[in-house]
């Protein structure tokens, strides 16, 4: 190649190359075909799907490349259970890693032009439109808006804490929450036991009725919530959705599946699995909470006024959370906050 | 990522929403 003239460089035959292209990706989903044809006659410990190098090829070939797999009596692994043990928050915080990466001052209008063009991010609204002004996509990805972007409403007494799409919004029925139409999750586990170390002590709730009469402080009241997904493209803060205190913050440490609308239709208890940070306290009607749920880009969560929070941590004990009360004898009921007050952001990795 | 509001409220609180629809911050949930 190096030797031959200009001229007969441009004298490749296209059909060798796409010969050679073609060939280079058949064959290896060929030699794939036949190691898991072998590998499917071995006992199940011997193939270990955990290794998750093979559980991403297993998710990603069509079934058909598996029928051995599939056809040796063997229970199929169910997809769910596969995604769940893909491990989401190592690649949440590479991920963050790499947008903490300083750019080029010329690369910058590029690659977060390629961004605003993939999400439909609109800079009109940014507080600085100039895209050579944030070092990484991290700080593009916090960028703020400008202050008559997002006029708050006076009227209604609850607004939306963020921009995004609404997935669902009702009634609280018996205790189970719609994380999307039709797919729902119990809300002691997505909140946690309401039993709190420095509260009354309530009685552990017996059934999904006393849970609920645990939230519910006042007669003839409801529960009521509402789900809204952020799109990578959002603007990615979030502020106080009414005038109410924030006594008390709940972070669940636990996977960054995606949350997008199909996710949530797909994998019951998502948010349940995902790390969250439930803020709870009281409005005029009483209880009250809004609560945080990490995805894979989205791994950290940030609250303004909790400088203990340290979300995707590398180390986490599943199934635990840990509790913080802003109760303190300067704040007998904790942080006040006004309808459309900075709140917190999401950060990516 | 995603943000889940639950709270209580009288049982005449209405939502202004439809599923599925876009909304931007400061504009209206609901109210009573």
Known sequence: MHTAPLRSLFLLRPVPILLATGGGL?????ALRWRLGQLSCMSRPALKLRSWPLTIL???LPFGALGPLSRVGWRPVSRVALYKSVPTRLLSRAWGRLNQVELPYWLRRPVYSLYIWTFGVNMTEAAVEDLHHYRNLSEFFRRKLKPQARPVCGLHSVISPSDGKILTFGQVKNCEVEQVK??????????????YAEDLPFPPASSRDSFRKQLVTREGNELY?????????????????????????????????????????????????????????DWKHGFFSLTAVGATNVGSIRIYFDRDLHTNSPRY????????????????????????EHLGEFNLG | STIVLIFEAPKDFNFRLKAGQKIRFGEALGSL
């Open chain 1, 225 to 281: 919530h509402c789900v809204i997904y952020l799109a990578p493209g959002d603007y990615h803060c979030f502020h106080s959705p009414t005038d109410w205190t924030v006594s008390h913050r709940r972070h669940f440490p636990g996977s960054l599946m995606s949350v997008n609308p199909g996710m949530a239709r797909w994998i019951k208890e998502l948010f349940c699995h995902n790390e969250r940070v439930v803020l709870t306290g």
């Open chain 1, 26 to 30: 058949h064959f290896p989903r060929l």
């Open chain 1, 58 to 60: 297993y998710y990603l």
């Open chain 1, 182 to 195: 039709g797919v729902t999750y119990s809300l002691e586990s997505f909140l946690g036991p309401r039993a």
């Open chain 1, 317 to 340: 004990s599943k199934g635990s959370y840990n509790d913080l009360s802003f109760v303190t004898h300067a704040n007998k009921e904790g942080v006040p906050m006004r309808k459309g």
